[in-house]
């Protein structure tokens, strides 16, 4: 049973930093490519940040270019979220996602899901 943990979020000030984890269980971790997704306040969901299996491959939406970097340790099947110059349209609750294999940034499962406010 695929299992995805979020965990990391908080209160930050604006320009501050965070950094968001989730553990993964359930499924060979270094088979999969995992993303980052996000829902602020009345949005929709939005795609954040992706990374191959290994490691060697990163993308992100530009509204997170430059500030926030996506990595994982397979060893430790957890993939992370640094993020840096936060901004208060930062704030939403922000999932992590396994990517179904073969598609671009299709999420296959998620988990529950950790906060992140960024006050101005």
């Known amino acids: 049973q695929v299992h995805l943990v979020e965990s990391g979020g908080d209160l930050v000030q604006s320009g501050g930093s965070l950094r968001l984890s989730c553990a993964a269980s359930?499924?060979?971790?270094?088979?999969?490519?995992m993303m980052w997704y996000r829902q602020g306040p009345e949005k929709e969901r939005e795609w954040v940040a992706t990374?191959?299996?290994?490691?060697?491959?990163?993308s992100y939406a530009d509204s997170v270019k430059g500030r926030f970097t996506i990595s994982r340790d397979n060893g430790k099947n957890t993939v992370f979220l640094q993020m840096s110059s936060l901004k208060p349209d930062d704030t939403a609750v922000y999932y992590c996602?396994?990517?179904?294999?073969?598609?671009?940034?299709?999420?296959?499962?998620w988990g529950q899901g950790t906060q992140v406010t960024v006050s101005s």
């Open positions: 996602s396994r990517r179904q294999i073969g598609s671009l940034n299709r999420a296959e499962y």
């Open positions: 990374i191959n299996n290994l490691g060697t491959g990163t």
């Open positions: 359930g499924f060979p971790f270094n088979v999969y490519g």
